[in-house]
């Protein structure tokens, strides 16, 4: 992206600062004024929209404006180096990538796009000329705030290929949580909802490795980031005003964390359903699953062109030896048995059988609710919807269903919702609700909290023991 020179034919797209969004953004030196009668500005409620010559760069403030120019894609190491270094004099960039993972264990970067608060670019990572070296500078640059909506895959993305985490990090995906958009939004939903643009989203299932890309779907990729530099200002302003802006720090440093991308081998097994009952065959699923991990990995495929999973729990029941074994299984492809992968497939299982009977893993047993906890969960649920209703941040983000049901067990549950400002929000009324000191009471056709003025008296479990061991007298006589 370059300055607009005078006669550039330009698209605009400019939002007027309102009652629902007093935001004065001034840009020295891209400010920008146009002529209505200079080709075709459009007016829509409090937005004008349009495309026109360039003829004056110094006239307008207190408006919001984003430009793009003649698309331009960087393709030359030299030039991202440039971009990325005008990128880092702003305090913020929003970042979104596209990417294939259909057929690789890997994603592959195809598209970066980047933004700043006058500057938008698209990158063609997969250019011959193109060393990413100055994009992953701009991302370790602990003075630049990257802006990404629902960052994970981004972020895993940058661990693979750079082998660094950026930081900071900010989602507005997990803020608009905070702020009370619901669960997970949408991007597309999360911006007509601050900005009231309507994202065209029929480019949503382009093939991002195919080249060249139409303008249409430059025009589609651009706007996942030129969009979100007035969703990222509108939250962090939410979030300023309420006072909720360490909240969402919390959860950015669970997102940044190494931990949340290190993908280890020996914990391949907990990405399958437990269909296995004896410790023997919970370590052939554990070393099978170990081994389909770490041939995905070297071989850059998915885990199931590896082998299915319904193979692994066929193997983990059966215990195959032997390639006649192994052929018999129902699950295993004809021919299977004479490859290579067979071969090791076998020897994982060996190693299975040779551990010693003491030291198998043990089976992990599902959550066991106690007696009547189930009712109690059900409450907890209900004081858990009525607290996000009254204060604005998404259920999803105060408390988990297994977070309910260890409240539930136990007042000392060691969970995220019984620490920090979840537990204020939350945690303190969920443990007055177990006491009685609250109740739960219909107003009208609402469900209201309302303090009890005497306690509940709580019961103590009855134990069940010596009533088990005198019917075992019993039968005996």
């Known amino acids: ?66 430009v793009a120019v003649a698309m331009h894609i960087v393709t030359k190491t030299s030039e991202l180096a440039d971009i990325c270094q005008r990128l880092a004099q702003h305090d913020f960039v929003t970042v979104d990538t596209e990417f294939l993972r259909e057929t690789t264990f890997w994603p592959k970067l195809c598209v970066i796009q980047l933004a700043s608060p006058d500057e938008a670019v698209i990158v063609d990572a997969l250019s011959d000329e193109l060393d990413l070296s100055p994009f992953f500078d701009l991302m370790r640059n602990e003075k630049v705030v990257k802006v990404f909506h629902a960052a994970r895959q981004d972020i895993e993305i940058v661990y693979h290929l750079g082998g660094f985490i950026p930081h900071p990090v900010f ?46 779907q430059l025009d589609y990729a651009l706007a996942d980031v030129t969009h979100l530099r007035d969703v990222y200002l509108f939250l962090k302003a939410n979030l300023a005003e309420q006072g909720r802006t360490h909240w969402v720090g919390d959860e950015m440093e669970i997102l940044t964390s ?3 991308y290190r993908s280890e081998p020996e914990n391949a097994w907990k990405r399958l359903k437990l269909r296995v009952r004896k410790p023997i065959e919970f370590a052939v699923l554990q070393e099978v699953a170990a081994w389909r991990e770490r041939e995905a990995h070297t071989r850059d495929v998915p885990r199931n062109r590896v082998i299915k999973d319904d193979a692994i729990y066929e193997i983990a029941a ?118 009685g000191e609250v109740a739960l009471a219909f107003n009208g056709k609402r469900i209201v909290a309302v303090d009890q003025a005497e306690p509940v008296q709580m019961e103590k479990p009855k134990s069940t023991r010596k009533r088990r061991s005198r019917q075992k007298a019993e039968v005996t006589d």
Request: proline share 4%.
């Open 258 to 260: 190494e931990s949340t």
């Open 171 to 216: 989602d507005t995906q997990v803020a608009a949580m905070v702020c009370g958009f619901g669960d997970s939004i949408s991007y597309d939903q999360l911006v007509h909802r601050v900005t009231a643009v309507r994202i065209d989203k029929s480019s949503r299932f382009t093939d991002w490795a195919r080249r060249p890309l139409s303008d249409k």
């Open 318 to 435: 059966q215990q195959p030896v032997n390639t006649q074994a192994l052929a018999a299984l129902r699950t295993i492809p004809r021919g299977f048995e004479r490859s290579r992968t067979a071969e090791e497939i076998l020897g994982a299982v060996k190693r299975a059988l040779a551990i010693p009977k003491d030291d198998l893993p043990q089976v992990p047993k599902g959550r066991m609710a106690p007696d009547g906890s189930a009712a109690a969960v059900d409450l907890l649920k209900v004081l858990l919807k009525l607290v996000s209703e009254a204060q604005g941040v998404a259920a999803k983000v105060i408390a988990t269903v297994e977070d309910l049901e260890k409240i539930a067990a136990s007042d000392d549950a060691d969970v995220a919702a019984m620490k920090g400002w979840r537990r204020e929000l939350f945690g303190e009324a969920a443990l007055k609700l177990k006491r």
């Open 1 to 66: 992206m370059h300055k607009p020179r005078q006669h550039d034919k330009v698209k605009v797209r400019a939002r007027f600062g309102g009652q629902r969004q007093r935001r004065e953004r001034h840009f020295p030196g891209t400010d920008f004024a146009g002529h209505a009668d200079a080709g075709g500005i459009r007016k829509r409620g409090n937005c004008v929209f349009g495309e026109f010559a360039a003829v004056s760069w110094r006239q307008v403030r207190k408006l919001e404006i984003y």
